[in-house]
């Protein structure tokens, strides 16, 4: 089985003002694309999961990337490294989600009981893909929490990135 992926991140922007008698305008564009090859070294990969949950009002998501999960192609998903993370909340949610700060979590964020919160339509991203990208340590760092705040239930896309070495 071999993996390639390419992630491509891009953001314009227009910005326009009177001023005076005269029209300014500032314009920028940033675009970045990395690629992975298959692999377990350094920009490679050889694992991805892709899933969209349904999170109850109040409940957790636990993603045990070292567990029991399955890819697309029914292979056992079991990460050693994790080089990519994308969370998407979904713009019609109405709760807020906080990602990550289980005690047994991947140490995404620097230390594992780090959170951030991610709004509706908002989007975490992290890429990874130096040798080391983010350990993943079975039994004591290996979850991704998806806590959903009361209110509604919320549609989260998820898409992990890693390698099986």
């Known amino acids: 089985m071999s993996l390639s992926t390419n992630i491509s991140v891009q953001v314009s922007s227009s910005l326009a003002s009177t001023v005076g008698l005269q029209d300014a305008q ?72 906080t990602l990550l700060g289980n005690a047994n979590s991947v140490p995404i964020l620097g230390t594992k009981a780090t959170t951030i919160t991610l709004l509706p339509g908002g989007l975490f991203l992290l890429i990874q893909p130096p040798l080391a990208g983010i350990a993943v340590t079975a039994a004591t760092g290996d979850i991704l929490d998806i806590v959903n705040a009361a209110g509604a239930s919320a549609l989260v896309d998820v898409i992990l990135i890693g390698t099986s070495a």
């Open 26 to 97: 500032a314009s920028m564009s940033f675009s970045k694309a990395i690629a992975l090859a298959s692999g377990v070294a350094a920009d490679m990969a050889d694992k991805v999961y892709t899933n969209a949950y349904t999170i109850l009002t109040g409940a957790t998501q636990s993603i045990d990337v070292s567990g029991s999960l399955v890819d697309a192609l029914g292979a056992a998903f079991v990460l050693v490294k994790l080089k990519a993370i994308l969370i998407y909340s979904r713009p019609t949610n109405t709760t807020n989600l």
